[in-house]
């Protein structure tokens, strides 16, 4: 694979997000007086206040556009969220819900391989190339029968990196989850 994007986040950050990706999200603390470290209360001081001027933005019924200053408020915490992962920023459980937000870190539901830009698309965690999708038409399959299936079909959207990954096919398969009654 080629060289990481190190615009996109630099070396420590991405050592950073591998330990998470392996051990998971840390547990994340509320951000009250008796668990804020003294080393993280003025980054926070820094950060709390952005995070009210973006929702006033979006509260006013902004959306974020290439340069207006609700884009440039989101590029803006991204960058502090980056900055201070490093000395710990990360164990709140706020800022974790910020960061993968604004795409400081990438999002655990994406797999750690993608991360939110403020126009809500994803970009490559690894090359920052946008994510592209395909429509892939599913038919379903019968467990332990691989040719077999009942005819159903299901669309999904399957996103892939056009540098880092190859496109995934249009069509696929999927086994229809059997369903349980609980009573
Ligand atoms: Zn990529």
Redesign the pocket.
Known sequence: MSEPNYSVANADLRRLVEKMKSDGMPRGLAITHEFVRDEHARPLAEILPLTQRIKGLYDHGDRPAAGNALCLAMIGLRNLLQQYALIGILEYKKMQELAVLVGAIPDPAEKWKYYRLPDKSFA?W????EVLCVDQTQSDRIPGMPLAGFGRVRHKVVPF?P???TRPSERGTFVEEPEFDVC
């Open positions: 490559c690894h090359c920052g190339a990196c540098n880092c990954e």
